[in-house]
């Protein structure tokens, strides 16, 4: 086992953790209109399962409305159905082959919600982190038995990685206060 090759495969396991946590809070409503809240919507057409983002192009032309337009006029109403369906809690407008999607004010309760919401989703990241950590560490264990490593390098090689842990760990506490504050924000 080369220390430095774990060392690297750690970071990458975390900062792709990292990236997930980023994307899963843009798909958090925040009160103003994003394309991010409903691309990933799973729409039921064709005969299949596709993504929204897949079927048509989705615009924000003003602050709180977004407008999905199919590139197949065919699918709408699946369109349509599936934004009920979802969890968003938003009343699509039809008006032809143009889906109208008018972003409500947040209330207070709801705004409280979504911060416990992306704490949560925080929490799951950081369960995250520290398996890579352990993975890593367990790695180290196994080579300094196998006599691979030294003590000494086992112990550098456990204090690099919780180094690694708390910068991204930092992270995500930095992505957390920026997403609760723009959440809160009326």
């Known amino acids: 086992m080369d220390p430095e090759m774990q060392l690297l495969e750690m ?21 103003k209109a994003s394309p991010a809240l409903v ?25 709180r409305l977004l407008v999905i337009q199919p590139f197949d006029g065919s699918t709408t109403k699946a369109i349509e159905k599936a934004i009920k369906e979802s969890r968003l809690g938003i009343n699509p407008s039809v008006d032809g082959k143009i889906i109208r999607l008018p972003i409500p004010e947040l209330s207070e309760e709801r705004r409280r919600d979504l911060v416990k919401a992306i704490k949560g989703m925080a929490e799951d990241v950081r369960v995250r982190i ?25 112990a550098d090689f456990e204090a690099e990685a919780q180094k690694l842990t708390d910068k991204a760990n930092k992270q995500v506490d930095e992505h957390v206060a920026h997403k609760e504050a723009e959440i809160m924000k009326v």
Do not use: C, W
């Not at 970071?11 to 009160?31: C, P």
């Open 130 to 154: 520290r398996s890579a950590r352990r993975d890593g560490i367990d790695a180290a264990k196994k080579a300094e038995k196998a006599g691979d490593i030294s003590e000494d390098q086992l």
């Open 39 to 63: 691309e990933n919507l799973e729409v039921d057409a064709y005969g299949t399962i596709m993504r929204l983002k897949q079927m048509a192009v989705i615009t924000t032309p003003e602050a």
């Open 11 to 31: 970071e990458e396991s975390m900062d792709k953790a990292v990236n997930y946590l980023l994307h899963e809070f843009a798909s958090v409503r925040t009160g």
